[in-house]
C-alpha cells in the first residue's frame, strides 16, 4: 500500500512541476513578445534622402532612351539594306555561274 501512495505522490509531484514549468515557459514568451513589440514601436523608417545623391537614384532616361531608339533604327535600316545589296549579289554570281547560258 505505501508503494501505491509513493508512486501517487510521485506522480503528483511531477503533474505539479510540470504545470509550473509550461506556466513559466508561457511567462517568459511573453515576456520576450511584449519586448518586441517595444522594440518595433521605437524603430524608425530608414533615411532614404541619400538615394538621389548616389547612382541608385531613379533618373529621367526618357532622352537617352529616344536617342538609342533612333540610332538603332537607323543601324537596322542600313543592315537593310546591306543585307538587299548581298542577296542581289548572290543572284548575280549564280548567274554568272550558270553554264546554260
Request: aromatic content about 2%.
Amino acid at each position: 500500500m505505501e508503494l501505491k501512495t509513493i508512486q501517487k505522490n510521485l506522480t503528483n509531484i511531477v503533474i505539479v512541476i510540470g504545470l509550473i514549468s509550461s506556466i513559466g515557459v508561457g511567462f517568459s514568451k511573453f515576456a520576450k513578445l511584449e519586448l518586441t513589440i517595444e522594440q518595433l514601436s521605437t524603430a524608425t523608417a530608414p533615411d532614404l534622402s541619400g538615394i538621389e545623391n548616389n547612382s541608385f537614384g531613379i533618373n529621367d532616361n526618357t532622352q537617352a532612351i529616344t536617342e538609342n531608339k533612333a540610332n538603332l533604327e537607323k543601324e537596322v535600316s542600313i543592315l537593310n539594306k546591306e543585307i538587299e545589296i548581298l542577296k542581289l549579289t548572290i543572284i548575280e554570281l549564280k548567274a554568272d555561274q550558270n553554264p546554260l547560258q
